[in-house]
């Protein structure tokens, strides 16, 4: 496609709930990375690809978060057993390659967690 | 990375330049600075980075300082769709981990 889609645009869930975020990143584009951004805050960074393979995995909050990349396109962040402090717009970009730090972004996933 | 400091808000006339000051005094010599901004409700948009040379493209110019701890972004005729939080960014250009700070909240007043 012609930029980063990002799917659900919206997603309501429950306390308790899992929830899967999609990324569809810019064809040929070899990384792509995960923010998340809470109500009127910066950037968190949570975690990137290469390809495949995500040599930093630092970011993420915890270990009910976790996100996988197949065929070096489509990627699915997982957030298990949700919590409301992870409430938040999710943000997906890719780049052509790890090197270009000129990311693109999509336009987010805002979760809210009731 | 090395921490980048600017100003939290900034007004500008629409047609006037808007210049967005950043200080990046610690920035190593293999750190390229990158300018993003984010417009209310939408994903953050690359704008511009340089190593040492001001740049310039169709959307903004970067004028690095020649010690290179401190650099400004123009938009040279701002209009009400410059509206949106700016970040500057210090990276070595290896991948990942852009760290983005509070940024800039840029606001254009007619």
């Known amino acids: 496609g012609a930029g980063v889609s990002q799917s659900p645009s919206n997603k309501v869930t429950e306390k308790g709930k899992d929830v899967e975020l999609r990324c569809d990143p810019i064809?040929?584009?070899?990384?792509l990375y995960w923010y998340r951004q809470s109500l009127g805050q910066g950037l968190e960074f949570l975690i990137y690809?290469?390809?495949?393979?995500?040599?930093?995995k630092s970011g993420l909050p915890s270990d009910r978060f976790s996100a996988e990349r197949t065929g070096g396109s489509v990627s699915t962040l997982t957030i298990q057993r949700t919590q409301q402090e992870d409430s938040a717009v999710y943000l997906c970009a890719s780049s052509r390659q790890v090197v270009d730090e000129k990311l693109f972004f999509g336009s987010g996933t805002q979760l809210s967690v009731l | 990375d090395a921490k980048t400091t600017q100003p939290t808000s900034m007004d500008c006339a629409e047609g006037r330049a808007a210049n967005l000051p950043c200080n990046h005094s610690t920035i190593s010599g293999n750190e390229y600075v990158y300018w993003y901004r984010q417009i209310h409700s939408q994903g953050p948009q690359y704008i511009i980075h340089g190593l040492k040379n001001n740049e310039t493209n169709e959307m903004a110019s970067l004028i690095i300082t020649e010690d290179r701890k401190s650099s400004t972004l123009i938009l040279p005729h701002a209009t009400l769709r410059d509206t949106a939080v700016y970040y500057c960014i210090v990276s070595v250009g290896q991948g990942g981990k852009l760290i983005f700070g509070q940024g800039t909240e840029l606001s254009v007043k007619p």
């Open positions: 064809s040929g584009h070899t990384a």
């Open positions: 690809f290469q390809g495949n393979s995500a040599p930093d």
